[in-house]
């Protein structure tokens, strides 16, 4: 069984040259996804997920945030531009965790 998730999160800037953009996950989603991955993270805490933003999806990586106890969600500019987000957008997010 896979395990999936939808939200709503507001879509952020990374302070930086890099120019990277995520999404914080609320505080429960990220608890359930911890406990669902418990040992089957990879480097730096890092869960493989399928992400779905205004009907565009693409495989990534959560990233644990050690600073807030939860995960943050990478979204590349190919997947801004196309579903039309931009920094400080709330958006609907779908999340599917890959088989453990």
């Known amino acids: 069984m896979t395990a999936s998730y939808s939200f709503k999160a507001g879509l952020w800037l990374y302070p930086g040259e890099a120019g990277w953009h995520f999404l914080t996950l609320p505080v429960n989603v ?3 996804i911890r406990a669902r991955t418990a040992g089957h993270s990879k480097a730096f805490g890092s869960v493989k997920v399928t992400a779905e933003i205004a009907g565009q999806a693409w495989q990534t990586s959560l990233f644990a945030d050690t600073k807030t106890g939860t995960y943050l969600l990478p979204v590349k500019k190919d ?3 196309k579903a039309m987000i ?3 957008d709330e958006v609907a997010v779908h999340l599917s965790l890959h088989n453990l």
């Open 30 to 32: 990220a608890d359930d």
């Open 79 to 81: 997947i801004r531009d």
């Open 86 to 88: 931009s920094a400080g």
